[in-house]
């Protein structure tokens, strides 16, 4: 529904902009400006690197799903349902509109403004913001670009400096990120397990050597 390509691709995308930030390898690298790191990337051919080290990165167990593998294969059709198709007609059907209105706004306005809630993420994530928990890193807390993402990937610098916390969200907004609340409910009925998240003291422990953690510090999963 949200266009945003299919989850292998999506997952395999993002798996190397985490590993290979602001470099070459990375599909939206913000060092090379704005518009390349919000849309640009995608009007463009990928740089060689990215086509690489992509090939290093591991996506056996997103191949091993049967879900991912059957949105993979089916990912156009459902694109044009699920993307298209499909709010158009709940538009018609729940507000009366025209197919024309229902079309233009309810499928078209909702795509682009969803689409630029979410490559904000890559651009002013990346440039705008503050840098509580590693200075030295591209990537910043930006509560505009967190809020309309229901205070979650905005919060940048610590998703960066904590990319295994299944909450994504700091400052406080952990228990307000429905998401979080969602994985959590998932993880009771026993469809989501092995939730990673970093405790409270680390958190404050790292915020304390902000101006001097190497990049990436955190990467491997800490249990608690
Ligand atoms: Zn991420
Ligand atoms: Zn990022």
């Not at 060092?31 to 290093?56: A, C, E, M, Q, Y």
Request: proline residues 5%.
């Amino acid at each position: 529904m949200a266009g945003q390509n299919d989850l292998y691709t999506w997952c395999r995308d993002h798996r190397l902009h985490h590993k290979y930030s602001e470099t070459d390898a990375d599909p939206h690298n913000s060092n090379r400006g704005f518009f390349f790191s919000h849309v640009g990337w995608l009007l463009t051919k990928k740089h060689p690197d990215v086509i690489i080290k992509g090939k290093t990165i591991d996506c056996s167990d997103l191949l091993n799903d049967p879900v991912v593998r059957f949105q993979r294969k089916y990912y156009p059709w459902m694109f044009l349902f699920f993307c298209f198709f499909l709010p158009t007609y709940l538009c018609r059907l729940i507000f009366g509109n025209s197919w024309k209105d229902a079309f233009m706004v309810g499928c078209f306005g909702r795509y682009i403004v969803s689409l630029h809630t979410t490559w904000f993420v890559n651009s002013a994530a990346h440039m705008f913001g503050d840098r509580p928990f590693n200075e030295k890193i591209a990537a910043r807390d930006n509560l505009g670009v967190a809020l309309p993402l229901w205070a979650t990937e905005g919060f940048h610098n610590y998703h960066h400096v904590f990319p295994w916390d299944y909450r994504i969200s700091e400052m406080g907004f952990h228990n307000y990120n429905p998401f979080a609340r969602l994985i959590d409910f998932f993880a009771k009925i026993g469809l989501a397990c092995d939730l990673k998240r970093p405790s409270d003291e680390l958190i404050a422990k790292v915020k304390a050597n902000a101006h001097k953690e190497k990049p990436h510090a955190y990467d491997e999963p800490h249990e608690f």
